[in-house]
């Protein structure tokens, strides 16, 4: 993308009301517009950061064998009726009542539509196991929007259900989304740590929250430090296996590692003291095993081999796929600005021409543009007739891992420099070595 | 995908209340299911060439340079007020109040919200020109959905808006996007006919509608049927280029061709008798220019290089991306199910095993699936107990444009079966003949 033809508005000054560095950064950067409290419109920069991040959930959960399918927003009030929770859930359901005097609701999550879903089509064992997700807009009218898309009103959410014939089942699907959760995060250069948490309007006895270590976290946590050192990693994780999966649950959950709605003082202070962490964290996702909770009321059954018909054993998974957005800021700035992994950066590396309209300048930026993308990367060069500091501030503020530098000294030299946004150091290269330099970086991602 | 892993809930009867063909096609094919009255969920199959249409369209605007962002669903009832249209939209506007008592609605279109956006961040002629759009679920309070996804209430689509310093380029914008629809359309297999149409509650004097040719079509349409020889085909033409953009618009909207909004019978009966034609379309786009209709009253102005501040002139350009499903499959079907061009097909490729757990049979399945895959194709592999007859059935219903035959007496004679759904017609190949078939098949799309 050239810069003088794409729609980036980036802020000079802070926004006054931002309370978060996520939340500046993201309106400094461009990112994000308020429309409405807590309803955001993603900008063009903000809304590629949206696709990589619901790019890389699509191709975890379809890695662990789950299916895409589409839920609409809108739901009807009957539905939540049947599983008793239309009463239940208070002011965050935004009612809507329809021309024809319908009662309807925006949904906030979807355990009642896609149990609705499987009991109109599956009715044997033979169908089983069956895990379905979507990533769609949700809506919970919180009162007090805050954070940015941290805590916003309409947010983009995963969210995936497991139908199983057994507990057993159930669980390793339950573990099964756990270590496809790791991979995700860790996919996106985030630590987010399991720990067990409450299980709230949702139900059901097993659950665990995925936690990133933040100071502006709403969440209080409490864990041992030796948590923080595992790492899912390369290794390879057959998630038909119900063993491998178990072992991966079991090395991540057995340490303590639990939100303040769970936290034992007692449990808590068996770990060595030097061990013993109190912190804040973000929540970016959430398991649940729930049984039998809305397959009984609303009758989502299946008949076993030996002919018996019983309801079928639930959970439900999911990751905040807008929220992320702030939780990786949060874990990646400085004061120049947003540092992204390179698994989500909204652009590859960012082309700074020193001395626009010189025509050698021009001419090597154009090849380096063209170049970076033959090898399939993204690049956004900054053709803008601007001084070096501003170009170099906006690339710093947005964020993009890797910057290439081109001037007419260095063109004469026969070198570009390259420069890492989070160590911000650089090196001279010829401007062929540098494109080999930033494929390289992508190449395993 | 294998088929015994997947979750296509096919029906075996038709459905009572659906009366147009895509719509029972859409029910039976396990693509769609009627959550409430004109809204649906996506279900696996129908969600895959959703998403297929979906990146079409992204790749064809930003061929034309256009720049991708998303706006939420929800709005304030504020903005519609700005434009005066919130008293006027009526009852299809679906309007909500949330838990503070402020109005909101559920966006049917986006003018208000984009030129929100646009007075927000930009201020100098030198950032025009400039086209945004986004694809983003909207909703209309139909009194009557009807024709499954043809009508529905929650619908998805895709809206653009340009912004620029003078009529003519605005103009110029408005040719662009006829052009890159065009080119949409066909790469979808789908010939769709500009005609110049009525602006509704959008507003303006330009408009052309692009309508699909069916009998199922909710409008009437009158056209030379000359128009229907006219193809874009693989012509380069270079978006940022006036004159090319205006030659294409003048060869497909010189001829005849009109909704019965605007249809004159006098002018009509100029055309030659034999090439009068009178028919029912599916309108799946259209584009509009209006001017200074909402950047006027809502102040998106920019400074001029003289230092004069105008509004811009602006166009809104929509095409109906969940309703393209509809108009594909009433354009692509026979009796036996949907029949889908390559461009949209959910899969590439079926492979049909005629004697599951036949050892030979099996592994011939899994290599032609391994080998499908390895050429970056997206198999569908039906690896079910069940009769021949029932796996030809669901593979024709569900209308992947390819299949592959297995079964131990072809195995024997060293071949497999490749057959194109739209003729019917087989070729007994060598496995690795058939894939390299197919992947020639798709190497252009």
Redesign the interface.
Known sequence: MRLS???L?VLKETPADAQIASHRLMLRA?MI?Q??AG??????L??RV?RRIEQIVHEEQQRA?H??????????AD?WRESGRYDDYG?EM?R?T??HG?D?L?GPTNEE?IT??FR???TSYK?LP?T?Y?IQ?K?R?E?RPRFGVMRG??FLMKDGYNFDLTKEDALHAYNRHLVSYLRTYERMGLQAIPMRADSGPIGGDDTHEFLVLAETGESEVFYDSKVTDIRLGEREIDYDSHAECRAVMEEFTSLYARTDETHDEAVFNEIPEERRRSARGIEVGQIFYFGTKYSEPMGATVVTQSGERVPVHMGSHGIGVSRLLGALIEANHDENGIIWPEGVTPFHCGIVNLKQGDAEADAACEDLYKALKARGLEPLYDDREERAGAKFATMDLIGLPWRITVGPRGLKNGVVELTSRRTGESEELAPETAVARVAEIYAGL
């Open positions: 033809r794409y729609f508005p461009g517009r429309q409405s309803i955001y419109s993603w900008l063009p903000g809304y949206l064998g299916i895409p399918l589409l839920m609409p927003t809108l739901q009807s539905l002011e935004l809507i329809d021309r319908r309807m925006y539509m609705d879903i109109a089509h599956v169908d069956l379905l979507h807009w809506f009218d009162i009103r309409e």
